[in-house]
């Protein structure tokens, strides 16, 4: 079956955590957190797999944006222009309970810039998780 010229000017969106789906969309283009830095996709994007970081992921660029808070995981764009995007967690802006990621960054901002300890596992969980409530500021600042 051939594409329409309106299939071929959009990518199918799939947000998957380990819990299930978080969203599903089609949309003109993807901004995420990748591990060297933030990258866009856009209709026609050569193949990709990608490693992400705690960040902020939005989906639209022209067509109303969906805003989330995602944290480490991957990014796949295939050739048919699906992308998936496979992460540990990931939250809709709109639903972030912001005073427990603001508590969490109070919490966790004093224990690690005052570590003292290896850089083992335990420093990068206590990482991990300052990462994804700065993930989730940044996130609901977007949608202000």
Same mark, same amino acid.
């Given at each position: 079956?051939?594409?329409?010229?309106?299939?071929?000017?959009?990518?199918?969106?799939?947000? /998957?955590?380990?819990?299930?789906? +978080? $969203?599903?969309?089609?949309? @003109?283009?993807?901004? =995420?957190?990748?591990?060297?830095? %933030? *990258?866009?996709?856009?209709?026609?994007?050569?193949?990709?797999?990608?490693?992400?970081?705690?960040?902020?992921?939005?989906?639209?660029?022209?067509?109303?944006?969906?805003?989330?808070?995602?944290?480490?995981?991957?990014?796949?764009?295939?050739?048919?222009?699906?992308?998936? /995007?496979?992460?540990?967690?990931? +939250? $809709?802006?709109?639903?972030? @309970?912001?005073?427990? =990621?603001?508590?969490?960054?109070? %919490? *966790?901002?004093?224990?690690?810039?005052?570590?003292?300890?290896?850089?083992?596992?335990?420093?990068?969980?206590?990482?991990?998780?300052?990462?994804?409530?700065?993930?989730?500021?940044?996130?609901?600042?977007?949608?202000?």
């Amino acid at each position: 079956m051939a594409e329409s010229s309106t299939d071929s000017q959009a990518l199918s969106v799939n947000v /998957v955590t380990p819990y299930g789906p +978080v $969203a599903r969309a089609q949309t @003109d283009a993807v901004t =995420a957190p990748g591990k060297l830095g %933030e *990258l866009e996709v856009f209709p026609g994007h050569v193949p990709l797999l990608t490693q992400l970081h705690a960040g902020v992921l939005t989906l639209g660029d022209k067509t109303d944006k969906e805003v989330f808070a995602v944290s480490n995981g991957f990014l796949e764009v295939e050739a048919s222009g699906t992308v998936q /995007v496979l992460v540990e967690r990931a +939250v $809709a802006a709109g639903k972030i @309970d912001i005073d427990k =990621a603001r508590a969490d960054m109070d %919490e *966790l901002r004093p224990e690690l810039r005052d570590w003292k300890g290896a850089l083992d596992a335990d420093f990068d969980n206590l990482k991990a998780r300052h990462d994804w409530a700065q993930a989730q500021l940044d996130a609901h600042a977007r949608i202000k």
